[in-house]
């Protein structure tokens, strides 16, 4: 069995200021682990992904995440928060099942973006 | 490549109907998922299918059915429609095979139920 958690449903941040927003999985097997983001009325766009190799995965729009094995986190990141920025973020596990890879996702987090 | 297409993109049905809800996968993918997303419940995992097969499937009562044609192209099917129906329905697509790690989601279908 595979969860995730995302703490805080709402991060709020002011324009230029760091974004943190903190996920943390539990799954039995190695993890395969992804950030989405969704904005309003649209579907999901990925942002990055963990597979194997480098812990700091680097991704679109100036995000990265670093999976922490001993943690079990894999927290997202980006230095400066643009307004284009606000929208809902997704965190999501994995692993491999016969070809499949279907992704348990957390609750998601909401990041409002003050000017 | 062109991305997932869903269609419609808004629906509005009556109690005790049935919906037809349609995905056309990138180009090459053989996988279609679907989920349902609402806001008391989040993301939840409807089904998966691979080569015109249900490959996996969430918990989900018998109502909510789905198929997939030789193109990979995919419909989903809710008969008898609730209130508790009314979501946003995602349909997302991959390659379908070892290292296909990723998702790769459409607009979604707005099913409002009244």
């Known amino acids: 069995a595979q969860s995730v958690t995302q703490l805080g449903s709402h991060v709020s941040v002011s324009e230029g200021a760091l974004v943190l927003l903190r996920c943390n999985y539990s799954s039995s097997v190695p993890p395969y682990l992804f950030w989405y983001v969704q904005y309003p009325n649209q579907g999901l766009q990925l942002l990055l992904k963990?597979?194997?190799?480098?812990?700091l995965v680097k991704g679109i729009n100036g995000f990265e995440a670093e999976f922490k094995k001993s943690e079990t986190s894999f927290h997202l990141t980006k230095p400066s928060a643009h307004m284009s920025d606000a929208a809902e973020y997704f965190c999501a596990v994995s692993h491999a099942s016969g070809g499949s890879y279907i992704p348990t996702f957390g609750r998601g987090t909401s990041l409002i973006v003050h000017p | 490549k062109a991305g997932v297409t869903q269609t419609p993109r808004y629906l509005i049905k009556t109690r005790g109907q049935q919906v037809t809800l349609s995905c056309s996968p990138i180009s090459g993918h053989r996988s279609v998922s679907w989920y349902q997303q609402t806001p008391g419940q989040g993301l939840q995992f409807l089904f998966e299918y691979f080569s015109e097969t249900q490959r996996n499937k969430g918990n989900f009562p018998g109502r909510f059915s789905g198929r997939q044609f030789s193109n990979s192209r995919s419909e989903m099917n809710v008969s008898t429609l609730e209130l508790g129906d009314s979501a946003l329905y995602l349909c997302a697509s991959s390659g379908g095979g070892f290292g296909s790690y990723e998702q790769y989601f459409g607009p979604g279908t707005r099913l409002t139920v009244t």
């Open positions: 963990y597979t194997t190799g480098a812990t």
